[in-house]
């Protein structure tokens, strides 16, 4: 007869870790880049950076949210509606025109530009008396947001957001990173 074993599992995932480390990396691989000598690769690794700032921010309210409210967090809201939701039942003294969260409304702009990609169509003729950047017209309006400092500014901002989050709903940092275990009989 084969033998049978009862395997007991119990952990607490929570992503926000993996994105807020990958925002991180990407970040550090930004700073270690020569800027003035690099071109090309650094933009896609700002571009990175920024995508998974706003990818570990929205997961950091999620957590909270969760922490808080458990069973009643609107998980289907938008971050805007998240945040103003804990803006309300937590001792938080945050603005929308105020960094961090002027800093997150763009980051959360940026994202849904790129996540709901669509085709930018531009048809236009302009005179000008200077002889223009031609690849300029090729860029997108979001582009202007892949920048070191942008970058810089939105991992600062969005570690500012989750700190105050979390001292807000007096969740330690230690409940917050991802744990489990297994017992094997």
Not at 5 to 17: K, L, P, T, Y
Not at 135 to 152: C, F, I, M, R
Request: hydrophobic letters at 40%; aromatic letters at 8%; a negative charge.
């Amino acid at each position: 007869m084969a033998e049978k074993f009862e395997v007991r599992i119990e952990a607490e995932r929570f992503i926000h870790n993996d994105l807020s480390c990958c925002a991180y990396e990407m970040l550090q691989i930004m700073r270690r880049i020569n800027l003035p000598d690099e071109t090309g690769g650094v933009f896609f690794v700002m571009m990175s950076s920024l995508i998974f700032s706003a990818f570990s921010i929205e997961a950091k309210v999620n957590f909270v949210g969760w922490k808080v409210l458990e069973k009643g967090w609107p998980e289907r809201a938008s971050l805007t509606e998240k945040i103003d939701l804990l803006i309300k039942v937590l001792p938080l003294d945050l603005k929308w025109g105020e960094r961090p969260l002027q800093t997150i409304a763009k980051l959360s702009n940026f994202r849904n530009t790129l996540a709901h990609g669509k085709p930018d169509i531009v048809d236009k003729t302009v005179i000008t008396h200077v002889r223009p950047e031609v690849w300029d017209a090729l860029k997108g309006e979001w582009e202007s947001s892949v920048t070191p400092e942008n970058v810089e500014r939105c991992y600062d901002d969005t570690e500012k957001l989750w700190k105050t989050l979390l001292d807000a709903a007096q969740i330690p940092v230690s409940k917050t990173i991802t744990h489990g275990g297994h017992r094997l009989s």
